[in-house]
């Protein structure tokens, strides 16, 4: 899929100006970042740099056979290699394995997603042409198993999640749908004969309706409590869902379909659906997804879902420095009465003139913002946290008052957000831990760059503490927090899940 021909025809740069309205709605702007992000990885991949065969052999090279501890501020995985050697705090590297090695033939790494069965955990790692899979082992080694093959022609958008046993694939990849495979068929593998599955016979399910008119969609949500998912993102917008928020039922994961799905505000770059635990008595037990939907915070109560116009706004909510509203995550969903979003554009990637002139980002020092959601009908953004370096900010998610950051050449950053329902400002918010993947920008201004040509697009953090980094540009790295057992937590952390 090819976005480059289109965008200088579509958005002209115009100096000082912020994005318009018919700009977003149109989808003129997700186009134009596209496309640049195409034009970066495309002279990346043609300078070889994509090329994983380099990072080939770790376990052969690597400089001790189990942990690689961050020491004086450095990783050193292979002794006396520059590019092998990673800026960190506080966090140690246990394996990494190329995209290569992960059973793909064309690399480039994408979303990422989880799955613990009886103690033991895998990852699914989303690749251009489809999604490997490997089990982490008690010592952090990184074991490939095998991969679920992309359902239509190769494109690096793919992100995944786990509803119960299933994971869930969508892509922009036109014809895809949202593949459904059992992730249990992982479970008998002999990893000597890793399997790549056939996308004819052993999907459980795959969904394609006319509310998916094309089969594309940007990403996937799930909400395992209520044991169903959304296709955010689709194409095209003037479609009957407006690329909002589409469901999918997984009563039976081998015949899904979509009651209805939620065009109201538009396209919905990507969303958290969860059960409403908190403050606002009115929604007590509701329905509530979080949508991240380029230049708004949107709430909806989709307690309702049939039909197509299935659900409501709640609320509908800007900010200051709003350039494009990326993602976002609750701190806590036992008690949501506050969460943090990251914006892609904020930081001037595009051209520092079509970013907001308020931007809080605009030095290139990515801000992750805070929201009170305490009245789910008037949020406010009341703070945020600015980093130390220079990078793009693109997915988090928090567990136990900790936000797991992949900041694309920053790495994995991990925050202390904990202090946030106290003090909402995010002056009291401290970066506690990280681990810098892409070695080649540390010597920069600021400590790196913000690009998104490589570096880090997601990650999942295991109950373990084991943390899965995907890359774009090399593989999947495993690493771990180094003064915690298992999954971190918040220095002012409140557990309310034993309330």
Excluded at 368 to 383: R, S, W
Excluded at 425 to 446: C, M, N, Q, R, W
Aim: charged share 25%; proline share 5%.
């Amino acid at each position: 899929m090819k976005f480059a021909a289109i965008a200088a025809a579509l958005l002209p740069l115009a100096s000082g100006a912020a994005f318009s309205k018919k700009e977003y709605e149109s989808g003129e702007v997700m186009a134009m970042m596209m496309a640049a992000k195409e034009a970066a990885w495309a002279k990346q991949k043609a300078a070889g740099n994509y090329d994983s065969k380099r990072w080939n052999g770790f376990s052969k090279k690597r400089t001790h056979r189990d942990i690689i501890s961050c020491k004086d501020g450095r990783a050193e995985a292979v002794k006396g290699d520059a590019s092998q050697t990673y800026k960190c705090k506080n966090i140690d590297m246990y394996d990494f394995k190329t995209h290569e090695e992960l059973g793909s033939a064309d690399g480039e790494g994408s979303g990422s997603w989880g799955w613990t069965y009886h103690g033991r955990e895998f990852i699914a790692i989303g690749q251009t042409d489809g999604a490997s899979f490997a089990e982490v082992t008690k010592k952090g080694q990184l074991v490939y198993l095998g991969r679920l093959p992309a359902q239509a022609d190769p494109v690096i958008w793919r992100e995944i999640k786990v509803n119960g046993n299933y994971l869930i694939v969508g892509s922009e990849g036109v014809g895809h749908g949202v593949q459904i495979f059992d992730l249990r068929k992982l479970l008998t593998i002999d990893p000597k004969r890793p399997k790549t599955f056939s996308t004819a016979t052993d999907l459980t399910g795959l969904f394609n309706s006319r509310y998916l008119p094309v089969g594309r969609s940007h990403n996937v949500v799930v909400n395992e409590e209520k044991n169903y998912v959304v296709a955010v993102g689709a194409a095209p917008r003037n479609s009957s869902c407006a690329a909002g928020l589409i469901f999918i039922n997984m009563d039976d994961p081998s015949k899904p379909y979509s009651p209805g799905c939620a065009p109201q505000d538009g396209y919905v770059h990507d969303a958290q659906c969860i059960v409403y635990r908190g403050p606002d008595k009115k929604y007590s037990g509701r329905d509530i997804c979080y949508g991240y939907n380029e230049d708004t915070l949107t709430i909806y109560d989709v307690t309702n879902k049939e039909g197509p116009q299935a659900a409501k706004v709640i609320s509908r909510t800007p900010y200051k420095g709003a350039s494009y509203t990326h993602q976002g995550w609750i701190i806590d969903p036992m008690w949501q009465s506050h969460l943090v979003l990251d914006d892609e554009l904020d930081e001037g990637e595009i051209n520092p003139n079509r970013t907001a002139p308020d931007s809080p980002a605009k030095d290139g020092f990515p801000v992750t913002y805070i929201f009170d959601i305490t009245n789910l009908e008037k949020p406010k953004n009341t703070g945020y946290y600015k980093s130390t370096t220079r990078s793009v900010d693109h997915n988090q998610f928090i567990y136990n008052g900790l936000a797991y950051q992949s900041n694309y050449q920053a790495g994995l950053r991990v925050l202390d957000v904990s202090s946030i329902p106290t003090d909402p400002t995010g002056a009291s918010v401290k970066e506690i831990a990280y681990f810098d993947v892409y070695p080649e920008d540390d010597h920069l201004p600021g400590g790196g760059s913000a690009v998104w040509d490589a570096g880090t697009w997601s990650h999942y953090t295991f109950k373990s503490g084991y943390i899965v980094v995907n890359t774009i540009d090399r593989g999947a790295f495993v690493v771990k927090m180094s003064k915690f057992p298992g999954r971190g937590y918040g220095k002012r952390w409140v557990d309310r899940s034993l309330e």
